[in-house]
């Protein structure tokens, strides 16, 4: 109790002074000049060249208004369909993995905190490609988990199938489901949790009335960082997949060849992302109305 | 306070003996390069694949530092991946390379496009020692623009531990069942994969011909999807650690490469494709942008000398050209079927041709449909497009559109009515 206190005191002169701070900044934040910079990269580096994605999927070779792309498209649906359903398992599992650690991280001490979410970090220091790599390595044939699993007599595939895109996944995108989630669970005030036990909520309800609605801003922003990238991202199918391809392989190939097809894939996949985000949001205000 | 000062002197600290280290490794460079006294006359700007030159490690021959020594040029040497990289390079860019090494097919498309010089080969002495064989080619009918550097072929490896030795005949049986469980792999690029598909076509296909048709490509996408159900994964350089730690069974690819994989694996074995198969040449060129045409023309009459083919031909393990090197090159590589095949086959390969670009983009498209096509459905049915998912992702687009277009609109009316209270009040 006595330590919660303290740390309540604490957190609370941290925002007085961070109030003070801001009402003296506020004229100088009012100025919009500090954003001209990234204003700029923006229009270079993001709506120049989504205006040039669409250019080139609403057009054909000969520069003509036409639907073509979207035609020659509609081959990779089912590449596509089978993309949004891994990376909707993918975020599945890692919500279902990470929720409950962010928890349990946020009510750790402060110093352990920064401690074990460093811990989380070090993985992704290293290069994209040589995780997945070493996941290849872990699941091929005779490979160290093929071996104990043999040894209790189970003899299956592990590697070159969907089963094996999903861990993948899963590994490489779980430390953004991991981080929003504990940013907001570590300002969940004990508290609050003290109190609802006090007013005679078992676990489950203390769960349901107090953590879950606090935490949900967390699950949206993971679920959205998550879901994106593994709905888009290209290689980890290459290398951990079999013959099947994922969207982002497919982008990735065929603008080699057509860039109105693959724009108009692009597009396709960005109206889908974009229309998730939209309902992600609007779902994440109500509850935080509620 | 203290502490951050101690901090920072342990940074200082790292990044001086950094320093430290990188100067005296730069140090000790100069010193046995003999660098500064070799007094350059001149410059040679070579662009060529990788790992395609022996580099002078592992008691290897360096070419370059050769070169450099016995004419004081220097050699600036850099790579490309692939031929449509050197294509794109030379045409975008202001590029300034004197000696680049294309295939056969890209050979064919720059000298058409005008973008390689004449070779006076009065300066190539050392040209006499090509193979006839490599010479008058389709894609320099009159020897004015090429100098062979090597050649290679496509072959099968298989692993000897899963399939008998012996029983790989050829291509076809990267089609078989009895082969599935093994792990079949297929290369994971459309030139290649496709010529595959089309030599066990029925009727089979040239793929050396430089005027196939849509219909046949069409055709070899066909025999493509039909491979799905057997076929592990399509792979380049992944082929390496598949074949090399026992993943696979089966797989394509280059000979000279294969060659590299039998070393470092004992348990594998080569097949030469009974149908025939792609043989491809590579040659030393000059682009026309080149500005050291001397440096250029001496540097490839050094790559045509018989000791240097030979060191090089060691190295990488594909064919040379140079009939005078096939003499010097280690008798185990020389005797070797894979790397040194018997002339009456090679007369059965072969050679690829510069497409169309519409032909080519529409090969590399069928490829990528190939490639993204589900297996068990389009196997028995030959198609690619699965009306059933483009009606799903059609609906899941319109839901999409709709729901956002309520939502947006909503938050509108919202907002609005929002602002009309805020001005009431």
């Given at each position: 109790?006595?330590?919660?206190?303290?740390?309540?005191?604490?957190?609370?002169?941290?925002?007085?002074?961070?109030?003070?701070?801001?009402?003296?900044?506020?004229?100088?934040?009012?100025?919009?000049?500090?954003?001209?910079?990234?204003?700029?990269?923006?229009?270079?580096?993001?709506?120049?060249?989504?205006?040039?994605?669409?250019?080139?999927?609403?057009?054909?070779?000969?520069?003509?208004?036409?639907?073509?792309?979207?035609?020659?498209?509609?081959?990779?649906?089912?590449?596509?369909?089978?993309?949004?359903?891994?990376?909707?398992?993918?975020?599945?599992?890692?919500?279902?993995?990470?929720?409950p650690l962010a928890f349990s991280i946020s009510r750790c001490s402060q110093r352990s905190q920064t401690l074990i979410i460093m811990f989380l970090m070090v993985p992704?220091?290293?290069?994209?490609?040589?995780?997945?790599?070493?996941?290849?390595?872990?699941?091929?044939?005779?490979g160290p988990l093929d071996m104990i699993l043999r040894t209790f007599g189970i003899d299956i595939t592990l590697i070159g199938n969907s089963g094996a895109v999903i861990v993948g996944m899963v590994y490489e995108f779980l430390p953004f489901m991991i981080l929003p989630l504990h940013t907001v669970m570590s300002k969940i005030d004990n508290s609050l949790i003290e109190a609802s036990q006090d007013l005679g909520c078992n676990g489950f309800n203390v769960f349901r009335k107090v953590v879950f609605p606090l935490s949900v801003p967390g699950i949206i922003s993971g679920v959205t960082m998550v879901f994106v990238p593994t709905a888009s991202t290209f290689l980890v199918a290459q290398y951990l997949g079999g013959t099947q391809f994922m969207i982002g392989d497919v982008i990735e190939r065929v603008f080699q060849s057509d860039h109105h097809t693959g724009s108009a894939i692009a597009m396709v996949l960005m109206v889908v992302i974009l229309g998730f985000l939209i309902f992600m949001n609007r779902f994440g205000d109500k509850e935080a109305v509620n | 306070m203290m502490k951050r000062i101690s901090a920072f002197l342990l940074l200082l600290l790292l990044t001086g003996s950094l320093l430290l280290t990188a100067c005296s490794s730069g140090n000790?460079?100069?010193?046995?390069?003999?660098?500064?006294?070799?007094?350059?006359?001149?410059?040679?700007?070579?662009?060529?694949?990788?790992?395609?030159?022996?580099?002078?490690?592992?008691?290897?021959?360096?070419?370059?530092?050769?070169f450099e020594k016995r004419y004081h040029i220097k050699v600036n040497y850099t790579n490309f991946e692939t031929n449509e990289e050197l294509y794109n390079v030379l045409t975008n860019s202001n590029s300034t390379y004197d000696v680049i090494v294309p295939s056969d097919y890209m050979a064919a498309r720059l000298r058409e496009e005008g973008l390689l010089e004449e070779i006076d080969y009065d300066n190539i002495p050392n040209y006499k020692y090509i193979s006839d064989r490599f010479k008058n080619q389709p894609y320099d009918p009159e020897n004015k623009y090429t100098v062979p550097y090597t050649w290679g072929y496509v072959a099968l490896v298989y692993n000897t531990d899963m399939i008998e030795e012996g029983k790989i005949k050829g291509f076809k049986d990267l089609w078989s069942e009895d082969y599935k469980d093994t792990g079949i792999l297929m290369f994971n690029n459309s030139r290649d994969a496709m010529a595959i598909a089309m030599q066990l076509c029925d009727p089979p296909i040239d793929p050396g011909s430089p005027s196939f048709t849509r219909e046949d490509i069409d055709r070899a996408t066909d025999k493509?999807?039909?491979?799905?159900?057997?076929?592990?994964?399509?792979?380049?350089?992944?082929?390496?650690?598949?074949?090399?730690?026992?993943?696979?069974?089966?797989?394509?690819?280059?000979?000279?490469?294969?060659?590299?994989?039998?070393?470092?694996?004992?348990?594998?074995?080569?097949?030469?494709?009974?149908?025939?198969?792609?043989?491809?040449?590579?040659?030393?060129?000059?682009?026309?942008?080149?500005?050291?045409?001397?440096?250029?023309?001496?540097?490839?009459?050094?790559?045509?000398?018989?000791?240097?083919?030979?060191?090089?031909?060691?190295?990488?393990?594909?064919?040379?050209?140079?009939?005078?090197a096939l003499e010097l090159v280690d008798e185990d590589l020389r005797d070797s079927e894979l790397f040194n095949p018997p002339a009456d086959y090679l007369d059965k390969c072969y050679t690829f041709t510069n497409l169309d670009d519409d032909i080519y983009s529409y090969m590399q498209k069928r490829f990528v449909e190939a490639c993204s096509a589900n297996a068990e459905v389009s196997s028995v049915e030959k198609k690619t497009v699965n009306p059933a998912a483009v009606w799903a992702v059609g609906a899941i687009l319109a839901v999409i559109i709709i729901s956002s277009a309520v939502i947006v609109v909503l938050d509108i009316r919202k907002a609005i009515k929002n602002r009309g209270r805020i001005n009431k009040l």
């Open positions: 109790m006595i330590t919660n206190s303290v740390t309540a005191t604490d957190a609370s002169n941290k925002y007085t002074t961070l109030r003070q701070r801001r009402s003296e900044n506020r004229s100088a934040m009012k100025s919009k000049k500090p954003a001209i910079p990234y204003l700029g990269w923006m229009l270079v580096f993001t709506i120049i060249p989504l205006v040039m994605v669409a250019y080139y999927a609403f057009t054909d070779s000969k520069g003509r208004f036409s639907l073509e792309s979207f035609e020659n498209a509609t081959v990779y649906s089912e590449v596509f369909l089978y993309s949004l359903l891994i990376a909707l398992i993918s975020t599945a599992i890692c919500l279902v993995l990470a929720y992704m220091w290293m290069n994209f490609l040589l995780r997945i790599y070493a996941w290849v390595l872990i699941l091929q044939n005779y | 000790t460079d100069a010193g046995d390069g003999e660098e500064d006294v070799r007094g350059y006359q001149g410059e040679v700007n070579v662009y060529n694949w990788g790992e395609y030159i022996s580099p002078g490690d592992d008691g290897t021959l360096d070419v370059i530092d050769e493509l999807i039909e491979q799905k159900s057997v076929l592990k994964k399509y792979v380049m350089d992944q082929v390496f650690t598949e074949m090399e730690s026992n993943q696979s069974g089966l797989a394509p690819y280059y000979a000279g490469d294969i060659y590299t994989m039998i070393d470092n694996n004992e348990l594998l074995d080569y097949c030469i494709p009974e149908e025939g198969s792609n043989l491809f040449i590579d040659s030393l060129c000059i682009p026309a942008t080149c500005k050291n045409k001397e440096n250029a023309e001496l540097f490839i009459n050094f790559m045509c000398d018989p000791e240097i083919a030979a060191a090089n031909a060691e190295y990488m393990c594909y064919g040379t050209p140079n009939e005078a």
